[in-house]
C-alpha cells in the first residue's frame, strides 16, 4: 500500500464501503456479474470508490487478483487490447508471462478490427434476417470471380482470427485459474468514442474468459453516445450495452449517517470542506450562509467535482480580496451576493457576461436560485422564506429583463419586501436599489481578475 492511498479506513465520509463490501461479494459469488458498471455523472466520486475498492480487495482475504487501468491514459496508444493485456501480464510472476504474451501477440499482429469484424456485426444486427439481407445485396453488387475470391478471403480471416484469439482466451485462463482476476477500467466515459467502443468489443470479443472479470467505473449515457458516434444514431446504443453489460449499479448521492434520514453527499462534502478552509470557515462556517450554499448546491444537482470547483473559487476569491470579502464582520446580504456572484462565475458564464454588460435578466438568475416567482407573502407564505427569495427580489426590483414574476404592483407588499432586504443585509443601511445586483458583479470582476 501506497503512503498517499486514500482508503475506506481513512475516509469514508459517504458511508460507501459496505457498497464496497457487497461489489466483492459478488464479484466472487458463482453468478455471473462481469462485465459490471459502476456508473455516475463525472465528479461523483466514483475514481475514489474504485481505487478504495481496489484496496479493500487486497487487503483483505479475498482470492481475486484486482487490476486498475486508466483508460484515458492509454487512449493515445490506440490499442485497447495491449492496454489490457500489458495490466494483467503485471499481475503474473516473471516465470508465467513468457507463456501469456506468446499466445497474445499473434492477436495483436493480426489486427484486433479484423478478427472481429464477424462478431461486432453480429452483436449490433437486431435481427438475423438483416444479416442475410446485407449479404445478398453485396452479392448482387459484383461478379461471380469477385465474389468467390472475397467470401474465401472472409471466411480464411475470420477462422484464423478464432483460432488465435482462442489460444490467447485458453492462456487467459490458465493464468487466471486459481486467482480469478478483476479489471477496473476507469475514465472510458472520456476516452474517444473510437476507443471507447473498441475497447467495449475487446473486452466482448477476446476477454470472455470464465475467470476474468471487468468492472467498468463509467458513465453509461456517455457510453450510449460513443457507440452512436461510432455506429450512427440508427443503433440502439442501449440494446447494445444492455446485451453486453451484466449488471450495472449507480453510486448514490446521499447517505444516512444517523441510520435514518439521508443527506445529499454533496452538502456533506461542502460543509466539511468550508469547516476545514482556513480562509473560508470564519466567515462561511455559520448556518445561515451554509444554508445558502446547501440551495445553490441542491438547487442546481452539483457534483462533488463541482463542490470541489466552487470551494476552491471562493478561496480564490477571498485570496484575491485580501481575506477580506467573505470574513466574519462583512454584514450578511453583502456577503451572500458576493457568494453568489462566485457561484455563477463557476457554473453560469452567460448569466456573468449579461452581469457585465449591465443586463440583468430576473427570470435566468432566479432559476439559478431555483424560483420561477416571488412568494406571495401578502398570503402568509412567507413563513417559508429562503435567501433565495430575497435574492431573487433584489433581482427582480433591478432587472432589465423578464422581471415580470419578480416585481410587485401593490405598495403594502412592496414596504414587507423592503424590510425583509433591509434585515437581509443586517444592522444600518441597505444599499441603495440599482446598487445591489453590482455586489454580486463585483466578485464577477474580481475572480477576472478586474475591478479593484
Not at 457554473?347 to 457585465?356: A, N, R, Y
Request: hydrophobic share 45%; aromatic share 8%.
Amino acid at each position: 500500500m501506497r503512503s498517499d492511498q486514500i482508503t475506506f479506513d481513512i475516509r469514508d465520509e459517504f458511508q460507501r464501503r459496505p457498497i464496497a463490501e457487497k461489489v466483492i461479494r459478488l464479484l466472487e459469488a458463482d453468478t455471473k456479474v462481469s462485465p459490471m458498471v459502476i456508473d455516475g455523472s463525472w465528479g461523483t466520486g466514483k475514481t475514489e470508490f474504485c481505487q478504495k475498492l481496489i484496496h479493500l480487495i487486497e487487503s483483505g482475504e479475498s482470492t481475486l487478483q484486482p487490476v486498475y487501468i486508466d483508460a484515458f491514459k492509454a487512449d493515445h496508444s490506440d490499442e485497447p487490447l495491449m492496454t489490457v493485456l500489458s495490466a494483467i501480464l503485471k499481475l503474473l510472476p516473471e516465470a508465467e508471462r513468457p507463456s501469456l504474451m506468446k499466445a497474445a501477440l499473434p492477436v495483436a499482429r493480426f489486427g484486433l478490427k479484423t478478427a472481429m469484424k464477424a462478431g461486432v456485426s453480429w452483436v449490433l444486427k437486431q435481427d438475423a434476417a438483416d444479416v442475410a439481407d446485407d449479404f445478398e445485396g453485396d452479392l448482387k453488387s459484383a461478379g461471380d470471380q469477385a465474389i468467390n475470391h472475397a467470401v474465401e478471403s472472409l471466411l480464411t480471416e475470420h477462422v484464423e482470427a478464432e483460432d488465435k484469439i482462442e489460444t490467447l482466451k485458453q492462456a487467459l485462463a490458465k493464468v487466471s485459474g486459481d486467482a480469478p482476476i478483476v479489471v477496473f477500467i476507469d475514465e472510458l466515459d472520456r476516452c474517444r468514442p473510437s476507443f471507447a467502443v473498441s475497447m467495449l468489443e475487446s473486452i466482448k470479443h477476446v476477454f470472455d474468459v470464465e475467470n476474468v472479470q471487468f468492472v467498468l467505473v463509467t458513465n453509461s449515457s456517455q457510453l450510449r453516445a460513443s457507440i452512436n458516434h461510432c455506429y450512427g444514431a440508427a443503433v440502439e446504443a442501449h440494446r447494445y450495452l444492455d446485451k453486453f453489460i451484466a449488471f450495472s449499479f449507480r453510486l448514490p448521492d446521499s447517505f444516512k449517517p444517523d441510520g435514518y434520514r439521508a443527506i445529499s453527499a454533496s452538502i456533506h462534502y461542502m460543509r466539511n470542506l468550508v469547516a476545514n478552509s482556513e480562509l473560508l470557515a470564519p466567515g462561511l462556517n455559520k448556518e445561515g450562509h451554509l444554508n445558502f450554499l446547501d440551495l445553490l448546491i441542491r438547487e442546481n444537482q452539483l457534483s462533488l467535482r463541482e463542490v470541489e470547483t466552487f470551494i476552491q473559487h471562493l478561496e480564490i476569491f477571498q485570496a484575491l480580496t485580501e481575506g477580506k470579502s467573505l470574513a466574519e464582520n462583512i454584514r450578511f446580504g453583502y456577503l451572500q451576493l458576493m457568494v453568489f456572484g462566485v457561484f455563477l462565475f463557476c457554473f453560469k458564464p452567460s448569466i456573468c457576461e449579461q452581469l457585465l454588460r449591465g443586463v440583468i435578466d430576473a427570470k435566468a438568475i432566479a432559476a439559478v436560485l431555483g424560483k420561477s416567482q416571488l412568494i406571495d407573502i401578502s398570503q402568509e407564505e412567507y413563513a417559508r422564506l429562503d435567501h433565495g427569495d430575497v435574492i431573487a427580489a433584489i433581482v427582480g426590483a433591478e432587472a432589465t429583463c423578464n422581471g415580470e414574476d419578480f416585481q410587485v404592483d401593490d405598495q403594502e407588499v412592496k414596504n414587507k419586501w423592503g424590510e425583509y432586504t433591509h434585515s437581509f443585509f443586517g444592522q444600518g443601511f441597505p444599499p441603495d436599489i440599482g446598487t445591489r445586483v453590482k455586489i454580486a458583479t463585483s466578485a464577477i470582476e474580481t475572480l477576472q481578475l478586474g475591478g479593484k
